[in-house]
Structures are given as structure tokens and as C-alpha cells.
């Protein structure tokens, strides 16, 4: 049986709702997604493969559960690099990238160069509500990443996969299959496309707004804060 | 070796400095301790052991903690009941109860007899800010946990110890020892009193942090939250 999935419009929606009505802040859900995703990580990744993981940041909510993710992953004991080449005014993601250099990761300007003394990416470039083109400087680094032999997870969507219809015909990203993908609250309409280990992440959205959005709180195990799905989303 | 302890002086600082030049949000660290917490909770009450928690919730930041505490508790599977006789105005308190209200979790006004029907007591009454006299309406609720057979998991402190002295010498509190304590970041003074099941949780504490606080950064393992050291703050 295919999961739900949940349409950029749909994901935007329950963001905003999940931070209205549902009285979270954004600091506390992106806690908790890049916690998801630094688990996910140490569930594909054990540290014995290779403590070094790079962390390519998009300017974007995407990014910063990408920054969230790397300060958990040096907790548990990574070497995270950290890519962030457009840098967001605002006070939260100053404040992530903060918590990362009082844990001395560092920040590197050369994407290329960093993913050849790298075990493991983190693609948290772009997430739901990205479409149309990839902007400079990110053409390389999607590129570098559709070519890599490095294996490499995608925070919620591929970076340059158009939400709804996957990879693009074309250009930038059409070459770019990922390795693992960890979708937030849902899946999007994208993995029908994919074809990696998938998980789902957030442990926190309510039966109430599952419910309203049209699909099921996934199966989560334990504490975990992350459940593996089947690729193309379909249920294991 | 006995684990380095903080005082509640000491903690007050260290909380004060991740929030300033840390670069934290109270949000972001009460999520991760209440995090920390149930995830200790679920250690030592597998949800087998029956549903139940009643969570004992003080009006500052111990409290806040138990309602994050709660609400995870709640996505793991437990039933959790809420005892807030003093509501903050506070606008993240507010916040982290409405997510609880959002789950269907009850709240009470009744302790003693919301006592009479649980698996397991989580006392979020008072943490290391705590001293001198215990106000109503607590006195009769710590008198409640210290008299009852259902376990308890004290956050921080046992309500009403001293933070550097343990337990009172007499009255309310004095014969309350909870089942299970969990430190964050590092143990108070007070642990060499306390004999149970003993967890340090907050795992967000950079080493330059600890080191100039004078502890270690405990030994969590994996993905956990969580590690058990010795009762009385000996390592295991």
C-alpha cells in the first residue's frame, strides 16, 4: 500500500498550522526535524563507516534543519563539515550556525573540494517549498552531488526535484538520485521517484492534524524519532 | 569516582550563558530536556509496565521540562495526565500546554486521586532554582509522592530537597525519595543523597562548556539523550 503523501501546498499549510493553532515554535519543530535527520543518518551511517559527514545548507527552513542535524550528528560523535554558502540574516539560523562553531565544525566555502574528504552528505539545500530554478551557487554543488560516489541523504525533498513531479526532465538535478531521503511529517508527491531507503521524521504532528491533512502518524518504534518506509513509499 | 556536581548557582550560570553567547532558545533547550526525560522514562517504565504517567508540573522551568516530558511521552505511546495547579502566563508554558491539549492530554486538578490511577509519577515541581519553603498547593503533593508505592522520576531535583544539602531535615519532604533522577546537563550537589536509578540528560552541552564548568560531558551513547551513572552520582 502506497503512503499519503502531502503536496507542497498541503506541507506549507501544516507548517503554518503547526505553528498557529498547534502553538509550536519554529526553533522547536526544526529541533525536532533535524534531530530526525541526524538519526536517520546514524541508522544508515554508523559511525564506524566514516566519522566525516558535509552538510551542504541551503538559505532556507531546508537549511537549517540541516544546521540542527549537524549539531546533533557531532553530539554523537561525526565530524561534520558544514557548506552554507548564502547565510541567512535571520535570528534563528544565525543562531544554529553559532551553536555549530562553539562545537568547532567547520564552515568551508568549496563544496568540491570538502566532498573528497567526506563519508557521508547531507543535502539540506532545498526542501517543499522550493521550485523553478537552482540559483547560483547551487547548480555545482547538485551536480557534485548527482555525481559522487559519496552516499548522500536529502532532507524532504532532492535539491532541484520539483515537489510533485520529481527529478527534472533536464538539466541541473535530472541526474541526481540520492541514497536516502527522510521526509518531514510526510512524505511528498516526489518519492514515487525514488528510489533509496526512505524514512519518515517529525514526531510530533497530532492524530487531529494527520487526520485533517489526509494521512496516518507513521509507526514510529520506541523513542525513535525517525521510522523506515519502503522506497517510492510504499510501506515495509 | 564520583561525577563532578553543579551547583545551583553554577547551573543558573550555565543556563544564562547558552542562552546568551550559546545562542540557544529556552524553547530549543526545554524541548531537548523534556526530550532527555522521557526518554529515561521510557527506560525505567517500559510502556508494558502500564500507560499511565502523572506528571506533577511546577510553575518555572522544571515544570516546563515536564510538560515537553509529557507530550513526548504522549508520542511514544503513554497516556500521560496533567497536574498544573499553577498555570503560567508565561508564553511558552502556554504553548507547550496547548500542544498537550492538542493530544488529548488530560489535565487535573486532583492529584491525590489522579494518584490512585497511574503507572508512574514524573515530579516536574521544582528543579534547581528551588530554596526555602515549599507553597501551597505543593506541600500535600510532594507529601503524596513520598508516601506512595507508585515509582517516581524526579527532573532535576526531588521537590523540596535542597539543592546542596538533599533532603529537609524535617517536614514536608524530608521522607521523599523518588524512584529515579534525571540531571540535565550535569548532577546537583544533592545527588549524593539519593539512592535510585540516577540518568544525566541535555545533550547539548559543548566540551568548552563543560570544561569550564568543571565537569564532563557525559558518555551518551549512540542516538540517546540519555546515559545512566551510578545512585549518588557514581559512575556506573
Given amino acids: 500500500m502506497a503512503l499519503k503523501t502531502l503536496s507542497a501546498k498541503a506541507a506549507a499549510a501544516l507548517d503554518k498550522e503547526l505553528m498557529s493553532t498547534g502553538a509550536f515554535s519554529l526553533d522547536q519543530l526544526m529541533e525536532l526535524a533535524g534531530l530526525s535527520v541526524s538519526q536517520a543518518v546514524y541508522r544508515v551511517h554508523p559511525i564506524d563507516r566514516g566519522r566525516r559527514i558535509l552538510v551542504a545548507v541551503g538559505p532556507g527552513n531546508n537549511g537549517g534543519d540541516g544546521l540542527v542535524a549537524a549539531r546533533h550528528l557531532r553530539h554523537y560523535g561525526y565530524q561534520p563539515t ?120 517529525g514526531r510530533f504532528v497530532t492524530p487531529a492534524i494527520a487526520e485533517k491533512y489526509g494521512f496516518d502518524v507513521p509507526a514510529y518504534e520506541g523513542v525513535d524519532q525517525i521510522v523506515e518506509v519502503g522506497p517510492g513509499g510504499l510501506r515495509l
Same sequence: chains 1, 2.
Avoid at 135 to 153: G, L, S
Wanted: charged share 20%; no cysteine.
Fill in 82 to 201: 558544514i557548506y552554507y554558502p548564502k547565510r541567512s540574516k535571520n535570528d534563528l539560523y544565525q543562531r544554529l550556525a553559532k551553536q555549530l562553531e562553539d562545537l568547532d565544525v567547520p564552515f568551508v566555502d568549496d563544496f568540491p573540494t570538502a566532498l573528497q574528504s567526506t563519508d557521508h552528505v547531507v543535502d539540506a539545500i532545498f526542501g517543499f517549498s522550493f521550485s523553478g530554478e537552482v540559483r547560483e551557487p547551487f547548480p555545482a554543488v547538485i551536480q557534485a552531488m548527482a555525481e559522487t560516489k559519496v552516499p548522500v541523504t536529502s532532507i524532504d525533498a532532492p535539491s532541484s526535484w520539483n515537489i510533485e513531479e520529481g527529478p527534472p526532465k533536464s538539466g541541473v538535478g535530472s541526474n541526481f538520485h540520492p541514497n536516502v531521503l527522510v521526509s518531514l511529517t510526510a512524505p511528498k508527491p516526489l518519492v514515487k521517484y525514488f528510489k533509496g531507503r526512505h524514512f519518515i521524521g
